[in-house]
């Protein structure tokens, strides 16, 4: 047993955290105060390959494991939460499912340009009426000749029209209920594919979140991914990988909170000493390195599993995730408590991590949903 | 074009400098980076590999440690290294580490030297021009601009005051100031890469040199701290009251303008 | 058996830099103390006035290398001459300044000579045991070395601002000889092709007396005008933090710390500037530091002198009017 990171993964997180500091970190707040999309940022992950880190070689991907995808998603994420989920909606929800479920003509097509960074992916299954209950799919596909004819909608989109190739889920046969789900690969632009509400959001601002709309949208039968039917299944996979990517976005907000609070409490003086040699906040940091410590062992344990590959990653991603984001809540809410007014002011980000926080207890699956998924695990053994 | 680039692993510039019980720099701790002057050389190197193809090789002197700064500029677009690592360095001057580079690089295809104007830990500015006098090649010093045609560089170099422009038949060394370039970070592509690249490590008799012949030409230096600056006076009062204060303590009390 | 205490002196627009005679001013006393003759050696091409002008700080012996292919500087042309001379007349210590030509030369006269150097000192004994020794700051000034040399002539770098200078005694009569620049064609290989000095009239950083620098409070480009009309009313050189330069306000040359320039003036006047470890590295040295800062618990007013809490762009032109009335 070692949890020593490797020479690899150690200079991977100085790379990220110098990027993220120098880059992220300065235009941060005024991203999430203009709800400003951060495009060019987006294209420098791509020059450092942020944008492919797990993928291998020969898809244009650096062929890393999952401890270095989780890691830079924390580090970025403990900047800048929206550019964390950016990369990690790119990575976990369009071009992993694609590098799993694609053929090798779909791999190269889509995947490589995806790695590369050249195109920005998104993924679309929650609908108004199908949210953690995926059987609920309204949108719907049919066969016709050499085409598939998508019409309906979904919504809560992260990278909703930045996006340029998009992996949705449809409904075949409603009669068969998830078994009727097949999952397609759209591009931007294809008539009849269009954007709908751009949401505005308690937190992760500058990141993007539209409705995507399909009005009789015909793509070629060679975008189906998988078989049909297998949808259902094709989003439950991604969504066990993807909670890797969004149990390391609440990571690194916890960890961004925690050094911000801790700067704060050893400056600030009151009763004559600074705030961080009263006990009362001695133990609020205490509980909060703790927390942390904790969410980052079942995150990088998580990122082992999934790319040893040797047992199932489902739950291990679902504690991982729920204990992340509720420890990301817990932290943000210490934080700006240690800040007092200050913390509650746009003076300092900690009311923006806050804001951030909250989402990753809702979505790729809601806490609730995790302990569904944990606990059918763990009863079924 | 086949370049060389000298490599050193420092302290980060923000690491709070403590000696131990013996007088010596206490490490324990401290994080360690590639010194950042070369980091400038490391990124020219790249340029001129982009622009003109050839080979980039790293060489150091330096125990395990420096491993970690050779391994950055690998994972950064270098192609291999060369670390010198004997325990009879454990005193080497400024003379000495020159000898041995020379004795290195001579034996290396090299059209062009590229290092750091200064290193940050020791500060002392001299291995970089006493290689290129070791290896009997011209060099600038401190450039922030450079530009090759054939065999030919043209370089500005800072000086006090101005720059001045200088041309110069290569082979030759340059030591890169900041504002030469922006160094790139490496890309994960690179680090996936890099542990594939070449580190040959030598000792001194790999790289032919004599222990005997490189005993440094210093004495082992004696350290100290600073002493601590103690705070001085806040000038209370509205700002053209402070302004009048200041400027009369200046000019009385400290008796400096 | 070496002889002598040799001072590589600089010139600028025809007269001999100030840290140069500085080191005139230092090694008169240790050349007092211990009897070794000062040389004041002089390289260039028509610099026979100069002889006079080093004449009263100290030296005992004035040696001119006028050539025309030391005109301008270069690495090679310098070591070689100076090289031959020093393996010739063979001092006891070679000093220079730790100026852009000094840190240049020095490493590669010393490689040529086979000798160790030291490098930006800011401080010289003499002692029994060794001749010279020296003390220079490391990692930036946060610790400080002291080094000598086994191998002989000393050779050795100084930062400027270290020695006081010595009231000139116009009394004194060195003697003036010339010597050859002896310099090898493979030393020749480096041409100067044109010399862009800026255009100021305000002194170099790294030898002013007075320095007045801005750092991220400056908010912008545009503002260090209100820094220049201060220095220009007491004859400062204007200087920026990391945070400044990084952010392109100013240019690179300007930036104070320990990866720009390392200064140490009489006064140094931070403003703006929250005072990180590394911008403390490169000024650490000054004899007496303001700090102009909004924000109380900056770490600047730590190592400040005198400090005044408040808004740079209300103190500083205040400041400047304060320093008007008192050169009236």
């Not at chain 1, 409705?211 to 049909?228: G, K, S």
């Not at chain 2, 590639?34 to 150091?60: C, Q």
């Not at chain 3, 840290?19 to 000062?38: N, W």
């Amino acid at each position: 047993m070692n949890f020593e990171l490797t020479e690899d993964h150690i200079m991977m997180r100085e790379m990220v955290r110098d990027f993220a500091e120098t880059e992220a970190a300065p235009g941060s707040e005024e991203r999430d105060e203009k709800e400003e999309f951060p495009m060019e940022l987006w294209k420098k992950c791509g020059g450092l390959g942020l944008t492919g880190v797990t993928f291998p070689e020969e898809y244009d991907g650096a062929g890393a494991d999952y401890i270095s995808y989780a890691i830079t998603v924390e580090e970025l994420s403990r900047v800048d939460a929206s550019l964390g989920v950016t990369i990690s909606a790119h990575s976990s929800l369009c071009a992993n499912p694609i590098y799993i479920f694609g053929t090798e003509e779909q791999k190269k097509k889509y995947l490589a340009p995806l790695a590369r960074g050249e195109k920005m992916g998104a993924f679309g299954l929650t609908e108004s009426m199908a949210g953690s209950d995926a059987s609920g799919t309204r949108t719907t596909a049919v066969r016709d000749g050499k085409d598939y004819v998508i019409n309906g909608s979904k919504i809560f989109i992260t990278n909703g029209y930045y996006a340029d190739t998009y992996v949705i889920t449809a409904q075949m046969d409603k009669s068969k209920g998830n078994k009727g789900i097949s999952a397609f690969i759209l591009e931007k632009g294809t008539p009849g594919f269009t954007f709908g509400k751009k949401e505005k959001k308690m937190g992760i601002r500058s990141s993007a979140t539209y409705e995507l709309v399909f009005e009789n949208v015909r793509i070629p039968a060679a975008n189906l991914l998988a078989q049909e039917g297998q949808g259902f299944k094709v989003a439950m996979t991604t969504l066990d990988y993807g909670r890797i990517g969004i149990a390391s976005q609440a990571l690194g907000i916890a960890q961004g909170a925690y050094e911000q609070a801790m700067k704060y409490a050893k400056e600030r003086e009151q009763f004559g000493k600074p705030i961080s040699a009263l006990q009362a906040i001695q133990f609020k940091f205490a509980d909060m390195a703790t927390s942390i410590e904790a969410a980052r062992l079942l995150v990088y344990q998580a990122a082992f599993i999934a790319s040893e590959h040797k047992i199932p990653v489902s739950k291990y991603a679902a504690m991982a995730k729920v204990f992340a984001s509720e420890t990301a809540n817990k932290v943000t809410t210490q934080a700006v408590q240690i800040l007092g007014g200050y913390g509650y002011t746009r003076d300092y980000p900690l009311e923006r991590m806050m804001r951030d926080a909250k989402i990753t207890e809702i979505y790729e699956g809601t806490s609730e949903i995790q302990r569904v998924v944990i606990a059918a695990s763990i009863l079924k053994d | 074009m086949n370049i060389v680039v000298t490599v050193k692993q420092t302290f980060d510039t923000e690491a709070k400098i403590v000696l131990d019980g013996k007088g010596n720099i206490d490490g324990s701790g401290v994080n360690l980076v590639i010194n950042p002057y070369d980091e400038f050389a490391i990124e020219e190197a790249l340029k001129l590999k982009e622009k003109f193809g050839g080979e980039i090789t790293i060489v150091s002197v330096g125990g395990e440690a420096a491993t970690k700064a050779i391994r950055t500029a690998l994972a950064m677009g270098c192609d291999k290294a060369v670390r010198v690592d004997d325990p009879a360095l454990a005193d080497a001057d400024e003379w000495a580490v020159a000898e041995i580079l020379g004795k290195v690089v001579s034996k290396l295809p090299y059209d062009l030297i590229l290092s750091g104007r200064i290193a940050v830990d020791d500060g002392s500015s001299q291995v970089a021009v006493r290689l290129a006098d070791a290896l009997g090649v011209p060099s600038v010093s401190s450039i922030l601009k450079l530009d090759i045609e054939g065999t030919a560089a043209t370089v500005t170099r800072e000086i006090d005051g101005g720059t001045e422009l200088i041309e110069v038949k290569l082979p030759a060394l340059f030591t890169a100031q900041k504002g030469l370039n922006e160094p790139r970070l490496p890309s994960m592509k690179g680090i996936m890469g890099a542990k594939k690249k070449e580190i040959a490590v030598q000792s001194l008799a790999d790289a032919g040199a004599d222990p005997g012949a490189v005993a440094a030409k210093m004495i082992v230096p004696k350290l100290s701290l600073p002493n601590p600056r103690l705070a001085g006076k806040l000038i209370p009062g509205e700002a053209p009251d402070a302004a009048r204060e200041l400027a009369k303590l200046l000019r009385e009390e400290a008796k400096v303008i | 058996m070496a002889k002598g205490i040799w001072i590589i002196a600089e010139q600028s627009k025809s007269e001999i830099r100030k840290v140069s005679l500085e080191l005139l001013s230092r090694a008169r006393q240790i050349a007092d103390a211990t009897g070794e003759p000062l040389v004041a050696v002089i390289p260039g091409y028509g610099v026979a006035d100069l002889a006079g002008k080093a004449a009263p700080y100290g030296a005992d012996k004035v040696i001119l290398i006028d050539d025309e292919r030391l005109a301008k500087y270069t690495t090679g042309a310098y070591t070689s001459a100076l090289g031959k001379l020093i393996k010739k007349e063979e001092p006891r210590a070679v000093l220079m300044g730790n100026t852009a030509v000094g840190k240049d030369l020095a490493p590669r006269l010393a490689q040529r000579l086979g000798v160790g150097m030291a490098s930006d000192c800011t401080g010289m004994e003499t002692d029994a045991a060794n001749f010279l020794s020296f003390r220079r700051p490391i990692y930036g000034g946060k610790a400080f070395a002291e080094v000598a040399a086994k191998s002989v002539p000393a050779l050795a770098t100084i930062r400027p601002n270290t020695f006081t200078l010595a009231e000139p005694d116009p009394s004194r009569k060195p003697e003036i000889v010339k010597a050859p620049a002896d310099i090898d064609a493979a030393d020749l290989r480096a041409v100067v092709k044109e010399v862009a000095l800026a255009v100021s009239a305000r002194p170099e950083l790294i030898e002013a007396d007075i320095i007045i620098s801005g750092g991220r409070g400056m908010k912008g480009p545009e503002n260090y005008k209100i820094l220049e009309e201060c220095a220009d009313v007491i004859g400062a050189a204007v200087g920026a933090s990391r945070a400044a330069v990084d952010a392109g306000w100013i240019d690179q040359k300007f930036q104070v710390g320990q990866t720009g320039k390392t200064v140490s003036p009489t006064l140094y006047i931070a403003c703006g500037i929250s005072g990180a470890i590394q911008h403390l590295a490169g000024m650490g040295s000054s004899k007496v530091i303001v700090a102009v800062n909004k924000d109380p618990e900056a770490n600047i007013f730590a190592v400040a002198d005198y400090g005044i809490v408040g808004d740079l762009f209300e103190v500083v032109p205040l400041l400047t009017e304060e320093f008007k009335k008192l050169a009236s």
